[in-house]
């Protein structure tokens, strides 16, 4: 029976700042190998005979990075789908399942989000194939974590019969919200409490058909926004006005906690979401003293702690308990007890019009990437790399010049109606109002420093009139 991956990777992780950020969230960082949780989450499921090419789900602005990442592990999905805007898992869910339902009637989907940590393989696949069984039998399955402490950051599911015919498939008798310290004791100790994990295996037509009966704006709004998708590039795009007049909600909410066809199925996987900077700590790696490090770090005296250096040394003296994240445009130093409350830096942040949780100082685009290295008054300097065959937009600046110094590699650079090449150590100069564009023609990264000047310097000043990604 052949299964559908669908890997769901939205979503901000602002618990994890300052290293996850809007434009490069925590499914998109190597946090806990060389590899990014969304390459992981794929890879994880490599290599097993009855797995399709995965479905990828994502906003916009992340859809060149999510290319490139399946790009770099050997992975050609089924698609990408491109969300105009986030609307919870529910509606995401249901367009993958029109997908797919028109590609295989017969289509089971197992829903994954592209953030979490399992380190048992096996297990999972285990506990998949006892899932399978009562999914192609109509079941809504979804994946209940048997826990190890009672954690007050997860949702409970509470076990019901077990399903005639399979001892690890058992009905649902209640979904329950986070609960206080007290009442996740005893759910631990009862036995019959499995944490949520939000993943699930059903087929695309009963997720469907569930769907239509709880929530049919949902289940009207997402068909149309499949059936009136278009190609862009290498993507799915999902038509903007249907997908963003569809209902908001969780796949719990809108279909499980409603439906009489759920199920659960107990899983013992090693499996984490990585939802705080202490959840982090878990899955990692520790030294004899509890202390999870990466990066240039000092440590004397130290214990039960997690320290990320990013771009500098970071060195703690005499200190235990504590989370230390550094990164080239901020510093976080708190308690490892106390790390939901990093949401309120970002909240902070955004109520003040800074831009710290946006993105980083390293900012990705689909030719390369750039970094900024000074500001100033009326002057900005970044570094920048163009990836071989990559060719920035044809654009044009009403408020500042730029100065081009190539440091390596080789420039095709377009400025009014001149197109010259520059190797190392040479420069050009793109004076205000200028149509100009870079380009790679080489098949070595092409690195550059870019020197502007001018009364505004922010990145809206852009004025594209061609550009091979379709940018607007």
């Known amino acids: 029976m052949k299964i559908y991956p669908v890997i769901l990777s939205g979503g901000a992780g602002s618990r994890l700042w300052p290293l996850s950020r809007a434009a490069l969230p ?6 806990v190998s060389d590899k990014t949780m969304l390459q992981e989450t794929a890879l994880r499921l490599a290599g097993w005979p009855e797995m399709m090419a995965p479905l990828l789900i994502c906003g916009d602005e992340h859809r060149f990075l999510v290319a490139e990442q399946m790009r770099d592990i050997a992975i050609e999905p089924l698609a ?11 509606p995401a ?11 295989d009637p017969q289509a089971i989907m197992l829903v994954l989000p592209a953030d ?15 899932a399978l069984q009562a999914a192609s039998q109509g079941a809504l399955a979804t994946f209940g974590i048997v826990p190890t402490a009672p954690e007050t950051g997860y949702g409970y599911i509470r076990r019901g019969a077990a399903i005639a015919g399979s001892e690890a498939c058992y009905q649902i008798d209640r979904f329950v919200e986070k609960p206080d310290a007290q ?22 037509a009963s997720y469907l058909q569930e769907l239509k009966q709880f929530q049919p704006a949902m289940a009207g709004a997402t068909e149309a926004a499949v059936r009136l998708a278009y190609r862009d590039l290498d993507f799915c795009r999902l038509s903007e006005k249907e997908f963003a007049a569809c209902p908001a ?5 809108a279909v499980m906690e409603h439906t009489s066809r759920a199920v659960v199925v107990p899983a013992d996987i090693g499996w984490s979401d990585v939802g705080s900077w202490s959840a982090l700590r878990e899955v990692l790696p520790r030294d004899a003293a509890g202390n999870a490090v990466r990066g240039d770090v000092y440590l004397d005296d130290v214990s039960n702690s997690l320290v990320r250096a990013e771009s500098r040394i970071v060195a703690l003296i005499g200190v235990q308990d504590v989370v230390v994240v550094e990164t080239a445009d901020a510093v976080l130093v708190v308690h490892k007890d106390q790390v939901q409350r990093v949401k309120q830096v970002v909240s902070h942040l955004q109520s003040t019009g800074r831009t710290e949780h946006l993105q980083h100082t390293k900012v990705y685009r689909p030719w390369g990437c750039y970094e900024g290295i000074d500001l100033g008054d009326r002057f900005q300097v970044k570094r920048i790399t163009v990836n071989p065959g990559g060719k920035l937009s044809l654009q044009m600046h009403h408020h500042r010049a730029e100065h081009w110094i190539v ?5 095709q650079v377009t400025c009014g109606d001149e197109v010259k090449l520059l190797s190392e150590n040479q420069s050009t100069y793109i004076p205000i109002g200028m149509t100009h564009r870079l380009e ?6 092409l690195h550059l420093i870019e020197v502007q000047s001018g009364s505004y310097l922010g990145e809206d000043d852009i004025v594209r009139y061609e550009d091979v990604y379709k940018r607007v």
């Open 407 to 411: 440091v390596s590699g080789t420039a």
């Open 440 to 445: 790679n023609p080489g098949r070595l990264p």
């Open 93 to 103: 869910v249901a367009a993958a399942a029109w997908y797919l339902q028109a590609l």
């Open 183 to 204: 009442s996740a004791a005893g759910f631990v100790a009862s036995g019959d409490y499995f944490w949520n994990s939000g993943m699930f295996l059903f087929s695309a």
């Open 249 to 253: 909600d969780s796949i719990d909410y």
């Open 26 to 31: 925590k499914q998109l960082l190597p946090l």
């Open 116 to 130: 979490h940590v399992i380190e048992d393989r096996a297990a999972f696949h285990a506990a998949i194939e006892n």
């Open 80 to 90: 990408i789908m491109l969300e105009s805007v986030g609307r919870n898992t529910a």
